[in-house]
């Protein structure tokens, strides 16, 4: 009887243990600066209907600022976003959640994605995300 209690506490212990060991090594690997966030995903940019209007951090929304839209990172992150086929890169800061369209991870504002595209009149862009801070 006794054995069975001390099992049953070294198992309640080391899951205890387990659980906070990977939370917070996920953590720390996702916002490693050193490291690409993720390579080969799709921005677009917002329309000029949501200037004006509050995003999911409580800014307004201007499509002439240097802001982004991503659907985890937390508000206030800088993420560099570089177009890897001319290499022109922007510094965004995330201050909105979205998109909210499947296969699309980030949404830029136009003024951004404007200075790293090549063909302005297309609304796709394959990009790289890297996290600044």
Not at 17 to 22: C, E, Q, Y
Not at 97 to 112: H, N, Q, V, W
Not at 113 to 130: P, Q, Y
Request: proline share 2%.
């Amino acid at each position: 009887m006794k054995t069975n209690k001390s099992l049953k506490y070294s198992i309640f212990f080391l899951s205890i243990v387990l659980f906070f060991g990977s939370c917070s090594s996920r953590k720390n690997a996702a916002f490693n600066e050193k490291t690409n966030y993720k390579n080969d995903v799709v921005a677009t940019y917002y329309h000029n209907k949501f200037n004006g209007k509050s995003t999911a951090s409580g800014e307004k929304f201007h499509n002439s600022r240097m802001t982004a839209a991503h659907r985890t990172l937390p508000f206030g992150t800088v993420v560099k976003v570089t177009n890897p086929k001319n290499n022109k890169s922007v510094k965004v800061k995330i201050n909105d959640r979205g998109p909210f369209t499947t296969g699309r991870e980030i949404d830029l504002s136009r003024k951004a994605f404007m200075k790293i595209t090549d063909d302005k009149k297309k609304g796709l862009l394959n990009v790289n995300l890297h996290v600044i801070k």
